[in-house]
Structure formats: structure tokens, C-alpha cells
């Protein structure tokens, strides 16, 4: 079986739906708080190390989280009740950071990234490439 860890004290930042539909739309924007009204998702840019995309509904905590990668973890509520001043606090995120998290990071959405850098060489190529598939499409269907 597998080994039971128990740690204790875990304060809960948030708890967050993950990539869902809303009227037929594509909801994506799990990382907005009232102050930071961005859309984008709980994932840095480039994913998680190790471990890749947030699709599902999460739990943010304060700290670190002991465990293997995607392995199931087990939470529950203490037995003891809380009274002092910082566990009894409410906790509102103004800022979430989804910049990368190997590296240097310095963009929170790939939007700001192009933003910064402009059109670049591989997407130039890529709209060429586009242009030049329209160009054949249209000739061919005129011939």
C-alpha cells in the first residue's frame, strides 16, 4: 500500500474550478481574483514542473505539499479548533503569479509575451506559410 503522511495545520488559500463549460462556453480563467482581473488559468506558462497542466478543480495551500506527482492526497479537517488570530483570518488573494516556473519567468500570459516581443520570426513564417496555402487553395478552385 502506500504510505500515510499526515501533516498538520494546512492553511487553505483557495479552492478553485478547474477548465469547465459555462453556456457553451470554454471557462479557462481560474487564476482572476478581484483584484487582478486577467483572464488566465492556474497554470504558469509552461505548465507545472513535472507535472503539466491544471484541467481539474484544486486546491491551493500555503507551503509545500509532501507526495508523489499526481498521486492522490488525503485531506481532513483538524480535531482541534483553531483560535489564535492567524488561523482564524480571511484570506483574500489580490495576486496570483502564473509566470514560468523554470527559469526565469517574467510573463504572466502568453499575451504578454507577444505583447513585449512582437511579431516574431517563426510566426512570421508561419502566417507565409498560411498566405501561401490560401493562395494555392484559391488558385486551384479558380483553375
Do not use: W
Amino acid at each position: 500500500g502506500y504510505h500515510h503522511r499526515t501533516e498538520i495545520n494546512k492553511k487553505i488559500y483557495r479552492i478553485g474550478a478547474g477548465i469547465h463549460t459555462k453556456d457553451g462556453k470554454v471557462v479557462k480563467n481560474s487564476a482572476a481574483t478581484e483584484y487582478d482581473l486577467t483572464d488566465k488559468s492556474i497554470t504558469p506558462m509552461g505548465g507545472f514542473p513535472f507535472y503539466g497542466e491544471i484541467n481539474q478543480d484544486f486546491l491551493m495551500i500555503k507551503g509545500c505539499c509532501i507526495g508523489a506527482k499526481r498521486r492522490i492526497i488525503t485531506l481532513r479537517k483538524s480535531l482541534l479548533t483553531h483560535t489564535k488570530r492567524a488561523s482564524l483570518e480571511r484570506i483574500k488573494l489580490k495576486f496570483i503569479d502564473t509566470s514560468s516556473k523554470m527559469g526565469h519567468g517574467r510573463f504572466q500570459t502568453p499575451a504578454d509575451k507577444k505583447a513585449y516581443y512582437g511579431v516574431l520570426k517563426k510566426d512570421r513564417i508561419r502566417e507565409e506559410k498560411a498566405q501561401a496555402a490560401a493562395a494555392a487553395a484559391a488558385a486551384k478552385s479558380s483553375a
